[in-house]
């Protein structure tokens, strides 16, 4: 059934198109090849490096350039084709110095996009329009690298993704599907009726829904909210379920072996789930039209999202630890630079920001804390471990807290230096830490981005990016994002410059 509903969602897709199209003589016009070219230098200035303790990040250099091939073909002033490609010239992580595969320079090709719009209504004023294929999807205009975690995220668990194969300019979501967007009140409220297709992590493939409403009653006021229900319509729903882990009453199980399935009493945890988002902005430099401060001025923004609406035992009890809250302000620059913007984020985390546990296992749970210590007991039962909840325990060691193994973690990260003790040490209490086994939350509860954009002539754009975040690095064996985010707390940062240009 469920495949039937995919396949059927997807043909609509493509009759609505078709149907739309009209019948009379086709009026085609090709706009200008679009050519851009994006230069990257900057440095991971502090790090922690959460798979291989032993490779240090401190001085991490950042060099990548990225060229970007577009076209945009509008057909009967109605049907807009917009069509990228592109690659990617860069150097993998972790840098090691005995291997020199690590530090070779590496290409990746790309699609940039590969969409359709289709405007009903009045032709240069639409009423609303078909948006389909592959296209980049912004719903916060405001955001410049944290923020827009309403798609940007994960569900259960609710991970958080900066940056990527492009580091600045990319606070947005590559969405696959179509979006049905409208307007109403000239133009002051818009609503968008989105259908995308999960294609970043397991469980792949499976059709999320969501509706995102904006409201703009005047130039210097803006609202937002928005929901998402991620796999909701699942191509294979048993991948929605996580494999190891599941929960009955107050216990909590990681099975062994092929026990799962036979244990039909205890609940699985799932990737589905719905999503929440609430944004605001209010623009005091619309309002006084002062030419050094300028119209974006002043604007001060703020975004909240409530990353799985519903709460499960252990993993995922405390909504509030589901909760990124983006503050974000424009300063004037009295017309030195065209773009400063500064932005923080906050989240109460209980684990760290990982997304191993779904990329590498398809568990829709976070990395549990795998902590070594000396006297480690089990109480298993039947081919599966039991640990109460009402203990607060560790997963895998019941005699550890939450609590205590944020802090063993932290131990590390405290203790941590690539010259002196590039392995760490013994951690809070005595407790031997693993760097890359522990998960509680090493990064601390806050992220801020300092952002800068200046043209310098017609079609050359400079941009500065420094920031602590959740950017992860591409690995030089696989040429996929990283698991584990390059800066954990606070203190850890980077910075980045662009010049970009085209034609």
Sequence with gaps: MQRLVYKTVWLGM?????????????KVVRSPLEIGTALDLGQVVKGVN????????????IQRTGVSLNQTTTVNDRLVIKVGVGGLF????????????????RFGPGVG??????????????????????FPYKYNPDAKNLGEFLFRSGTYPGYEVTGGWSIMNSALYMASGLRMNANFFDGKLITDVNMFLEKDLEPIYDLSPGLVVTYKPADAFEVGVGAAFAHLIPVNPSKLNSKSYKYQGDSLYRYIGDTLHSDAASMPYTFKGTKLMARASMNFGALMDNPYIGKEGLKFYFEAALLGVKNYPYFFEDRMARVPLVFGVNLPTLNFFDVLSVEMEYRKWDFRNSTKRVGEDNQSVWRVPEVQILDTTYRSIGGKEEIKRSDNPNLYHPSMSKDESARAAQAFIDSYDPNTNPSGGLGYNGILVDPGQTVANTQGNLKWTVYVK?????????????????????????????????????????????????I
């Design 50 to 61: 959460m798979i291989d303790s032993s490779v240090a990040i401190h001085g991490l250099m």
């Design 113 to 134: 996009q590969a969409q359709g719009v289709y405007n009903f209504g009045d032709i240069d004023h639409p009423k609303a329009l078909l948006q389909f294929g592959y």
């Design 454 to 502: 200046k043209q310098l002539i017609t079609g050359v754009n400079a941009y500065l990016q420094v920031a602590s975040d959740h950017m992860r690095g591409i690995r030089y064996e696989s040429n996929t994002l990283d698991f584990e985010t390059l800066t954990q707390k606070p203190s850890d940062w980077y910075y980045l410059f662009r010049l970009e240009f085209g």
């Design 14 to 26: 493509a009759m609505s198109v078709c149907l739309a199209a009209p019948r009379a003589e086709v």
């Design 90 to 105: 860069f150097y993998g992580f972790p840098e090691v110095k005995s291997n020199a595969q690590s530090r070779s320079i």
